[in-house]
């Protein structure tokens, strides 16, 4: 979206930091995610906690900006003075929202399964080299701005007053409780992680030895 000048409406400006201290905080369990995903059978663990701790955030991000854009696609005239966000970024913000969603929920089900079953596991990566290259560019063309709106939180929460200060404050709050959330959850689930099993490698089922067989000495 384009970046807000200070006379916006501080609701919008509001959505709009809590959506860039989020994208921030996304950074490191990103990163976590995909070095551990390319070295899966040493870093089974560290993928499955990074990507639980990813899921509370990334449900705060789609909130933020899923509520944005319905804002500014009924014609808010609050959304609208903010202006749309880039051509090539709004094509493709379909396409990473539904290829995270398909990396988590996929990634959720082998964890259950605890296995690399068919075709959850198809999904699931798949879905990851998808949503690691447009997230890419999401990342290229909005970390930059994120970051200058974060400081710039900084600085208006500097200055006297009751407002500035809530306003700088909520957007933290929010993204503190997904972290906890995240880190709860990641915690609860590190006994239910068990290296993924090849469904390919079982024992072979139905095959008898003579001398179990009824009626043979």
């Known amino acids: ?57 990334v449900a705060v991000k789609l909130a933020s900006t899923g509520y944005r854009a319905a804002r500014y696609y009924l014609r808010d005239p609050r959304y609208r003075g903010a202006g749309p966000p880039a051509p090539l970024l709004r094509a493709l913000a379909p396409l990473l929202v539904l290829s995270g969603v398909l990396v988590l929920v996929s990634g959720v089900v082998l964890w259950k399964v605890g296995s690399r079953s068919q075709p959850w596991s198809t999904i699931h990566s798949n879905s990851a080299v998808v949503f690691l290259c447009v997230a890419g ?56 992680s068990q290296p993924p099993r090849n469904p390919h490698h079982r024992d072979e089922v139905g095959v008898t030895a003579p001398s179990s067989v009824p009626g043979r000495g």
């Not at 407002?163 to 990641?186: K, Y």
Request: no cysteine.
């Open 1 to 57: 979206m384009a970046e807000l000048g200070p006379g916006h409406d501080p609701g919008v400006r509001e959505n709009a930091r809590l959506t860039s201290v989020v994208g921030i905080a996304l950074l490191v369990p990103l990163l976590a995610v995909t070095l551990s995903g390319l070295s899966f059978g040493g870093l089974w663990r560290v993928h499955y906690f990074a990507g639980f701790l990813l899921i509370p955030l």
């Open 137 to 192: 560019i999401h990342v290229l063309a909005y970390v930059p701005r994120a970051w200058r709106e974060v400081r710039s939180g900084r600085r208006t929460g500097a200055e006297p007053g009751r407002t500035s200060s809530r306003h700088r404050a909520g957007p933290r709050a929010t993204v503190i409780a997904a972290l906890t959330v995240g880190l709860v959850v990641a915690i609860a689930t590190i006994p239910g």
